[in-house]
């Protein structure tokens, strides 16, 4: 794992910042903004039988939480090949 110039180590260490700075302004939309901010106007719908507000402040940031760990291991994956700094697999 090594980077053939400094200009491309700082190139991907811009976009995995992106990628990351992205990533945790939707978790805390989701859990801070839908959960606490929005959540009177969110409990006006009802998903499954429970208010929307209250389903994000139990259970809906959690989820989302876990879809986000998936997607920045695959965006990381694509990250690490498009900079050639994957490890190889045996």
Known sequence: M???TNEH???YWKENLR???TLLVI???VSFGF???LVEQLNNIQLFGFK???WFAQQGSIY???VLIFVYV???RALDRKYHVQEDAE
């Open 74 to 76: 695959l965006k990381m």
């Open 35 to 37: 959960g606490i901010l």
């Open 19 to 21: 990628l990351l700075i």
């Open 64 to 66: 989302v939480f876990v």
């Open 52 to 54: 929307l507000g209250f």
């Open 27 to 29: 978790w805390f939309t």
């Open 2 to 4: 090594s980077f053939e």
């Open 9 to 11: 180590a700082q190139a």
